[in-house]
């Protein structure tokens, strides 16, 4: 909703580089217009669209992906029809980029391969998403607020989830 966004906009608007939406909420078409016309990058995740939605998104301002695979919609099948999440519609526009976290953890190898031979160098970033933990023996760490839990190369939350990386690219 713009009530929620303006005022960090209005604030930010230099300092803003990236701004990462899921298209599929209210108000976000509107904010990936007033953000594109900023100069910011808007990315599409942490998402539940379908196709159409990602398209729409494309049309307005949205050029990137952000984490491939991770917290994203994929095929769902309705009344026996299957219909393309985020992750297909990625590599269906090609207006769009995409960035992965490539530290072994996060998405196997091979996901990996993929994404790259399906993108192109031109298409395909490799990040690695890491914590402040990176380099930090096997414990508990306040990272923002939240304990996250480091053992070997992974880092999770408390229900399990992976919480970023540990490790550098």
Known sequence: QRAEYEPFVQKYAGAIARWTIAPELNGALEL??????????????????????????????FRHVTHLYSAMSTITRKNGFRYAGVLESTFCLPQLTAEIIADGVHIHPAMVRLAFNMFGDDRMILISDTLRAAGLEDGTYDLGGQDVTVRGPVATIDNGALAGSVSDL
């Open 32 to 61: 990936g217009d007033q953000l594109n016309r900023l100069g910011v990058l808007v990315s599409v995740g942490h998402s539940n669209a379908v196709y159409a939605q990602v398209k729409e998104a494309a049309e307005h301002g």
